[in-house]
């Protein structure tokens, strides 16, 4: 069987002749263009016979091109006779409409089972432009749907996803933006198309790529990841947010082996939940400091060493030195005069890490300057925060220096000690430069462990008057 005959091709289309240079013949050509389709196809002449019949038709109907060409229509084999006439018809109108023609009809197989096909249709014009036939590829609606599918999930998610979805290169660059993302990333589509990751996220940059090679050699992992990301935004500056990834490597589908065509990026933030669960921990975790503050300091005889105990569980996780300064006269109340003397009563070792010790017994007043935030604190009954600033170390140090504190200090928070009424003096927690500053929710986490300790002040003071 020649080639022609195999794809089905008559001799209408021309001989079977090769070139002078050993080029195939134009039939030759054919044959091997329609073998090699993905889609079903065939043709036919307008008389309504088959004059064409490929592989993947073979392949779905079961019919070869010897079976199909020569027949007149689909009438007694590969379709139902009481079908036949409507089909033939609805083929065969292509002819006289503009365009291409869509339909879906049961085809029958060589083994006697039926396909549902989905066929598009279009005239084939002669030399004179006249019809002298029709062509129609064909191929089971099922997946032709699952193509559909797999196309309008693509334009949603470029469109109206509520994550963010990046195709990202091999080079590890954005191919394609939606529009979620673009938000995110705080720039258009286009701009933020084929620019490193590091022009976009100012931190963050490292997971992320380190995330995406592996995909790239080793493939998805087994669950969503969770990166903090410094964003660039030209509008709003620097912000930190907390995204929670997913990657799927893309591979050639047309391709013998996979080959890489970059990673399907998907994002979201969770910046909100994210700090929630992180300051849900922390009021766990300082709840719970207090309870074993409390239950350690009811078994102190003295109330001096019970207000260090104090100190020293709200030290865990919040600061890195505190201090207890008392007022050298008498409990001041609100509308106290004169100026305010504190005495240093208790201090964590400003060299290493360790209990807090008791350093009032001389009674001698602290050289604070005027203007001192501990102070300040007594002066207006209520927290006090100060920091260093972004300055050099060397000025860092000067400036907690100056102010009596641990040369490492950069953050400071004074909270004042108030029992009955009075007020007792000030207790000052200070953090180094690897911590963030003192935050709202911190000054309200000090002002508990102040109540403890000028509670167990009191005590003291009402034990050595009797």
């Known amino acids: 069987m020649s080639a022609s005959r195999r794809s089905g091709a008559t001799d209408e289309l021309g001989p079977d ?47 070869s091109a010897k079976d199909a060409v020569g027949r007149h229509g689909f009438a007694g084999w590969a379709v139902r006779t009481a079908d036949a006439e ?29 396909v549902l096909v989905r066929t598009q249709s279009a005239a084939v014009r002669g030399a004179d432009g006249e019809p002298a036939g029709v062509y ?60 490193p990751l590091g022009e976009l996220l100012a931190q963050g940059v490292e997971e992320l790529e380190a995330a995406l090679t592996h995909v790239l050699a080793e493939g998805a992992p087994p669950a969503p990841a ?16 907390c995204w929670r990834n997913a990657f799927l490597p893309l591979a050639s589908p047309l391709a013998e082996e996979p080959v890489p065509l970059g990673v399907g990026w998907l994002f979201t933030d969770v910046t909100e939940a994210k700090r929630g669960e992180q300051e849900a921990a922390l009021l766990r975790f300082r709840t719970k400091q207090l309870h ?41 109340t609100p509308d106290a005069a004169g100026a305010v003397r504190l005495v240093r009563l208790a201090a964590t070792p400003a060299g290493a ?21 501990a102070l300040s604190c007594v002066e207006r009954t209520g927290c006090v925060r100060a920091e260093a600033g972004s300055v050099p170390p060397e000025l860092a140090r000067e400036w907690a220096l100056r102010r009596q504190w641990p040369g490492d200090a950069v953050h400071a928070l004074c909270a004042v000690l108030r029992s009955r009424g ?24 000090a002002e508990d462990v102040a109540l403890r300790i000028a509670a167990a002040l009191d005590l003291a003071g009402a034990t050595r008057e009797r």
Not at 96 to 114: I, N, Y
Not at 156 to 162: G, H, I, K, M, V
């Open 86 to 114: 409507e089909v033939q018809a609805r083929l065969l109108s292509a002819m006289r409409a503009p365009g291409r023609q869509v339909h879906e009809f049961a085809l029958l197989t060589k083994d006697g089972g039926r």
């Open 353 to 373: 890490p360790g209990p807090s010790v008791l350093t009032g017994a001389a009674g001698l007043p602290v050289r604070y300057e005027p203007g001192h935030p």
């Open 422 to 445: 009075r007020t007792l003096g000030v207790v000052t927690f200070l953090r180094g430069a690897a911590r963030t500053p003192f935050e709202r929710s911190d000054a309200s986490y």
């Open 17 to 63: 002749e090769p070139g002078a240079s050993g080029e195939p013949g134009g039939s030759d050509l054919l044959a091997a263009l329609l073998d090699g389709m993905d889609a079903a196809l065939c043709a036919f002449d307008s008389a309504g016979v088959v004059t064409h019949w490929n592989r993947e038709a073979e392949r779905i109907l079961g019919w």
């Open 226 to 241: 969770e990166v903090w990301v410094t964003l660039r935004s030209p509008a709003e500056g620097e912000q930190r947010r």
């Open 292 to 332: 074993r503050a409390a239950r350690a300091a009811a078994e102190c005889e003295d109330p001096l060493e019970a207000a260090t105990v104090h100190l020293d569980y709200a030290l865990a996780g919040f600061a890195d030195h505190a201090l207890i300064d008392r007022l050298a006269d008498a409990p001041r």
């Open 136 to 195: 129609c590829a064909f191929s089971e609606v099922h997946a032709q749907i699952d193509l559909e599918r797999s196309i309008a999930l693509s334009e949603a998610l470029f469109e109206d996803a509520e994550w963010g979805v990046v195709l990202v290169d091999a080079d590890l660059r954005p191919a394609v933006v939606n529009a979620h993302a673009s938000r995110a990333f705080g720039i258009g589509r286009a701009s933020a198309l084929g620019r």
